[in-house]
Nanobody, 127 residues
C-alpha cells in the first residue's frame, strides 16, 4: 500500500519560511519523480515544483522560482519543499505527488499524470 504523508505546514507571517516534508512508503521511491502541488480555496490544483528520480533535475512554477527549493533523499524516501519569502498568495493546501518515470529531466506535469497523492498539509501566510 503506497502512502505519501506530508508534514510541516502551519501559519507563518509574510516574508517567513516553512519547510514541508513528504515521507513515502510502499513504493520503490528511487524510480518515482516527485512533485509538490497546491490548491487554494476556489482554485484548481496547481503544480509548484518537481524533482526527477535522481534528484538532478528540478522544475519550478514561475510563481515560486527563486523562493522555493525542492529536494529529495532517496535513502530516507523523503522529498522536501523549502519555502522562503512566503506571500499571502502562497496560502493553500500543499500536496505531495509521485509519478513512476525513468525520465531524467523534470518538466511540468499536470496533476492527472501523477500516480499517488498525499492527504495534504495546510500552509497559511498572513499579511
Amino acid at each position: 500500500q503506497v502512502q505519501l504523508v506530508e508534514s510541516g505546514g502551519g501559519l507563518v507571517q509574510a516574508g517567513g519560511s516553512l519547510r514541508l516534508s513528504c515521507a513515502a512508503s510502499g513504493l520503490t521511491f528511487s524510480i518515482y519523480a516527485m512533485a509538490w502541488f497546491r490548491q487554494a480555496p476556489g482554485k484548481d490544483r496547481e503544480f509548484v515544483a518537481g524533482i526527477s528520480w535522481s534528484g538532478i533535475s528540478t522544475y519550478y512554477a514561475d510563481s515560486v522560482r527563486a523562493r522555493f527549493t525542492i529536494s529529495r533523499d532517496n535513502a530516507k524516501n523523503t522529498v522536501d519543499l523549502q519555502m522562503n519569502s512566503l506571500k499571502p498568495g502562497d496560502t493553500a493546501i500543499y500536496y505531495c505527488a509521485a509519478k513512476r518515470t525513468v525520465a531524467r529531466v523534470m518538466d511540468f506535469m499536470p496533476a492527472a499524470a501523477f500516480d499517488y497523492w498525499g492527504q495534504g498539509t495546510q500552509v497559511t501566510v498572513s499579511s
